[in-house]
């Protein structure tokens, strides 16, 4: 037997306003998605805006449905979005933000499970790391350099 040992890095910053200018404008298109997420249900709304390497930005927020597991997070929104829209075109970036509409929202929201996996594919698929910062509605970013970073032993399409 012998330990295997896993270490992520992340980089938190205080808040938005230390982020890169560039990075504060897809943000903002982040929100601006989280503040059009359809979430009767959850009351949670998330936002993603995703930055392509032919300068588009897409975005995507959570579309809930009454029969709940049918609904869709942000991430998968938006990330399927980009896949229909511009196929050929490498991902470089994802913002998220979250917030919750009982509760201020003031940690940072990472990505579920499932989002992680969807986005894997494609991290994988152009063969080059997708930027990934995430939030609530205020308060601290967290910046990850890659996917693969934020979900270790991914399961991928090799082992077909
Ligand atoms: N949600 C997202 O959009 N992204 C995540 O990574 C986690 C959760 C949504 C799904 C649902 O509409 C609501 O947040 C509560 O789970």
């Not at 009351?43 to 897409?58: M, P, R, S, T």
């Not at 601290?140 to 399409?157: G, I, M, T």
Request: aromatic share 8%.
């Amino acid at each position: 037997m012998r330990e295997v040992k896993i270490e992520t890095t992340l980089e938190v910053y205080e808040d938005i306003s230390e982020l890169p200018k560039a990075i504060q404008k897809l943000m903002g298109s982040a929100i601006d998605a989280r503040n059009n997420a359809y979430a009767p249900y959850s009351k949670f709304n998330v936002g993603a805006a995703i930055l392509l390497d032919n300068g588009e930005v897409v975005i995507g927020n959570n579309q809930e449905n009454a029969c709940f597991p049918s609904g869709l997070c942000a991430e998968r929104t938006a990330i399927y979005y980009a896949g229909a829209r511009f196929p050929n075109a490498n991902i470089l970036k994802l913002a998220i933000t979250a917030s919750s509409q009982n509760q201020v929202t003031d940690k940072p929201i990472p990505p579920c499970g499932a989002c992680r996996q969807s986005i894997a594919e494609y991290e994988i698929k152009q063969d080059q790391p997708i930027e990934i910062y995430f939030m609530g509605a205020k308060g601290k970013v967290v910046k990850s350099s890659s996917l693969a970073n934020l979900l270790p032993l991914l399961f991928e399409s090799s082992v077909l």
